[in-house]
Structures are given as structure tokens and as C-alpha cells.
């Protein structure tokens, strides 16, 4: 068992209120619960000896290992291949269906024996509550039961169990071809009983359930272009990350793993960003999934709702998936990090920071409706005139920025950008649907933020929208223009912008986000290329008509997916996957990218040899 697997060598399974990580060794390194948010009980990625792990493995030195995802599934088979024969273990979590929070989530692992004979290693090893929460153990027949008084952990397995100390379980169990064996670990309250034991029966008919679950919704989608295999795993990991009862999206489900290894970028993303959800309304939109759409664009309205009227700031940047906003950061100082990534932060302070760009996401997200043909509620409606009228306020103002730096406020050019797609939404809306509004102020706001931007954000030597006004830095965040419809995709001052951020932060078809040597932002250490921004890069391209430039930064930003297709938020110097993993915004944007590159060169394909002509009209005018 390697000490600290790659980033990248790992699998997602999850029951859309949780989620696990299993390495590519068979081994669950990370696994908190009973909510993505909670604290961990395996977490081993963080600190192999105290963070806890539950291997299961073919053990020898002629083992070759390969790992996939059942088609269109959120199954994950870990292949075990030796001389003397092949093993096969499957890893999922029955997914929920009831939409009610539950203490009770499950880890189901069955192993098979395809040819020959081999000999699966079990070692079970909790940690509940990140290690700082002691258990006791009992062990009865098939079952170890592990209790703390947070929690209750219950390991059931054919394979006969062991005590590995007075805390943990390991065994060994030789199969021969076409014998199969289950494990599964169940999480309950500190008073729960232990799970009825399954039969071999009822294991694989639960095994198949699932399977059709994830197939028959993967067939909803309406995705009929050239990248199905890369678009459907990504709906699949986006879906996964979403927390089924809200109907929040989280931003990963791991805290910690570092942008850069042994630095001190080490964060906790498994909240609800109002900018990262309100951007998976398009991806999830883009591919018929309207459901989900729907229900994130409901939660942010409850959020909107929940502080109408109240005279503060209208929306907090992130939250806990139930809408809590309460976050406070703290290290985990007992644990070493991984690779020695220290601090392991786990909350976020970054929550109480001023991004005024979520309010133009928010209502970017909500002009969409949520994928429903329907009028704004009485109550919604009074939140989002209230939040505009908040922001016509106080847009004129420095903020932290999209990218949550620590180095103090400034007047970021995006949170300008994003403020005036808030006003230019929410006069659409207004108009649309006949509602009462400040209509001047928002259009006087909206023009002034335009004048501004175009002004003050652009600098005459780069001849480019820069980072923030009076300084000649650039931001890929920026890629996002042509989308809001500030700039045409095709306008000179965007291709323009486009052509320096090319020039400035582009390498080998893969972005930076900015130069934090050039924009100092109050941490030490760099950072690997940002995954959303080369997929953002890639729609940019596209809409501009760069179209040959387009498909191959994004084809070749595909062969940096891992062996299951899922991505980091960051690639290093060397390939690596970086930070945590898998990131949302990162699949979100390959779907924005895949499904913009696609109808552009469906429209080329009618019409050869027109070139950027044969845009769409949507992509040249940059239309939400």
C-alpha cells in the first residue's frame, strides 16, 4: 500500500448525500460522512498513520492493477491481474432516492474471482471524527462494530475477520474462479444497530439496481456530440457531488490536498459556492438536466429569501449544503497533510469575504429560470429586486475577487464584469415578467459599470481587460466575457484581451489564473495550471471562430484526465492532478466547453469554408 497514492490514482463513488475516494490499490483513503461536510472517518490521504483507511487488496509483486468505471455508472471496478489468476473488486453506494437526510450511508465492496485463484488482504482502520473522536470495537461473527460516541461504524464481510490491535480488523480470504465475496461498511448514529446481514443474492441484486439507476439517467441526457464518453462521466461526477436533499452542489468532496505539494494552498471545498453552482445550472441545462438545475436555482432562492428584507449583505459566497452559514476555519494540526501539505484546513474563512461577482452569477443563474418555464414567486421576486438594489449600492466598491485571495481588496475587473450581468439580468427579468423595479437605477448602474470597466479596467500597453483597475495584470477569469455578453466574442477589445491572455497565460494550451509573482496574493508558494480556466479558454476560442485552435486545446486537455476520467481543480509542472479532488468546477466547464465546441462546428460543418461567419448567432453574441 502505497503511503500517499497520486491525487490522480484514485476512483469517486458516492450515495448523493456522501462520497468516497478508492485509490487504485483498493484502498478508501478518504471517506467522511454522513454528510459530504462531516468530519472524516477515513482519512488517510491526509495522514496515513492517523487518518485511518479500509483496503482491500491482491497482494504480490507480480500484481498489476487497473481501474474503470462501469459504463455510464458510478460503479468502480479495481482489476487485480497475476500469474496465477485475476480478481476483480467493485466498490459503489446504493444511491438515495428519498431525498431525506439520513445518518445511515453505506460503502458496498464485492470481490470476484475471474480466473484462477487469488487472495484478497482486508484491513479495516476507522478514525471517526478526523481521529479525534476514540472508539471501541466488537467483534461478532461477520461483524466489527466500531462505536464512538459521534458515530457507529459496521464492517459485515464473508471474509473472516480478526482483531488488528484493540481498534481495528484485518483477514484474508483466498477464492477461486467464479467465487464471489462482499464487504460493505455501513455509518449510523452512536446508538444505531447494525445493518441486517445481506446474502450474496441480495448484494448483487442491490449491485445491479444501482447500475440501472446511474444508466437509465445518463440516458436523459440530450448529448449527442463528438465527446460523450468525457461530457456524461463529467454529469456523472457533477451529479455525485451534488447533495440530493438540498439540492446544493458542492465544490469537492475532499479538504486539503494541496495546489502545490508541501505548500500552505490546502483548502476545504466541500461547500456550496453561489458562483460554482449558478455555473452548473448552464453546463447541467446545456445538457438537458433540468431537474437539478431547478433545484439549485430553488436553494438559492431560499437563500435570497432568507435574508430579504434584513439590510446586510443579501448573499454570503458559500455555504454547508443544508444553506448554513456558519464555517469558521481551523487546522487540523494533528494531521501532517498530504505530503507533508500542511496546514489541513478545515472549514473556510474565505466565506465572510466580499466577492461581488456572485451576485452576476446568482442572476445569471436564476435568468435561466431553472431549466422551468415559470414566473418568479412573489417572495423570489421581492429577494432579487432586493439583492439588486443592495448591489446598485454597492458595486463601486473593492472586493477579495473570484479567486478568494488573501491580499486585500481591490477593484477587481471581473466583480465588475460579473456586477453588470446582475443589472443586465435582472432587467431582463423584470421586463419579461412585468415586475415592480428600480428600473433607472439598475439601468444607470448597469451603463456606468460598462463605462467603467471599459475605462478603467483596460490597459493601453497590454491592450487588454486587465486583473483589476490601474494594473497591468491579467486574469483568465476574464475568458468568461463572451458567455455574459458584456463583449461580443468577436469584438476587437475582447480578441484583443483574448490574444494577450494567450500570449501571457497560456503554456502548452494549459492556463494559469493569474501570475501570483506579478499580483501578490497573500500566500506563499505558486500554483499548477487552473482546469476551468483551459476549459473557458477552449469556449472562448470557439466562439471567436478559432475553431481548429479550440478543438485541439481542448482534445489535448482531455488526455490530462485521470484513467477514470476526472479531474483536479489544477495541473502541475509535471502532469500531476493538484488541490482537491474531483473538482466541480473543472466538469462543469468541460461540459460549457464540449457543448460550445460542438455546435460551433456543427454550424461549420454546414456551411464549409465560411469560417468564423459560420458562428452561431448565440456564440457571436455571447448570450446566457
Known sequence: MKRY???????????????????????????????????????????????????????????TVRQLYYPDTAMLVTRFMSPDGVGELMDWMPPDRTGRPTDRHALMRVMRCTRGRVAFTLECRPRFGFGRTPHELRLDGRTAAFRSAAMAGFLQSNVPLERDGPHDVRGRLEL?????????????????????????????????????????????ARYRGRW?????????????????????????PTLGLPEQVGGERNWDYRYTWVRDGSLAVRALLDLGFEEEAAAFTDWLTARLTERSGGGGRPLQIMYRVDGDPWLPEEALTEFEGYRGSAPVRVGNAAADQLQLDIFGEAMYALAQGGGRDRQPTYEGWRAVSGMLDWLAASWDSPDEGIWETRGGRKDFTFSRVMSWVAFDRGLRLAGEFGRPAALDTWRAARDEIFAQVMRRGWDGG????????????????????PRTGLLGPTDPAWLSTLDAIERGLVRDNLVHRY?????????????????????LYVDALARAGRVRQARFAFEKMLTYANHVGLFAEEIGPTGEQLGNFPQAFTHLSLIMAATTLDEVLDALAARPGQGARSVPPWAREGSA
Open 515 to 535: 501570475d501570483p509573482g506579478a499580483a501578490p496574493d497573500g500566500l506563499r508558494g505558486a500554483e499548477g495550471t487552473f482546469s476551468l480556466c483551459t476549459f
Open 228 to 252: 460523450p464518453d468525457m461530457v456524461h462521466r463529467s454529469a456523472i461526477t457533477l451529479k455525485l457531488l451534488t447533495y440530493l436533499p438540498s439540492g446544493a452542489p458542492i465544490a469537492a
Open 5 to 63: 497514492p497520486l491525487i490522480a490514482e484514485h476512483g469517486l463513488v458516492g450515495d448523493l448525500q456522501t462520497a468516497a475516494l478508492v485509490s487504485d490499490e483498493g484502498v478508501v483513503d478518504w471517506f467522511a460522512a454522513p454528510r459530504f461536510d462531516s468530519p472524516g472517518v477515513f482519512s488517510a490521504l491526509l495522514d496515513h498513520d492517523r487518518g485511518g483507511y479500509f483496503r482491500l487488496s491482491v497482494d504480490g509483486p507480480d500484481v
Open 462 to 481: 497590454r491592450r487588454a481587460l486587465t486583473q483589476y483597475f490601474g494594473g497591468d495584470v491579467l486574469d483568465a477569469s476574464l475568458l468568461l466575457i
Open 176 to 220: 477461486s474462479e467464479g467465487e464471489v465475496a462482499g464487504a460493505s461498511f455501513t455509518v449510523d448514529g452512536p446508538e444505531a444497530d447494525p445493518p441486517p446481514l445481506p446474502d450474496v443474492a441480495e448484494v448483487e441484486a442491490r449491485l445491479w439496481d444501482a447500475v440501472d439507476f446511474w444508466q437509465r439517467w445518463v440516458r436523459t
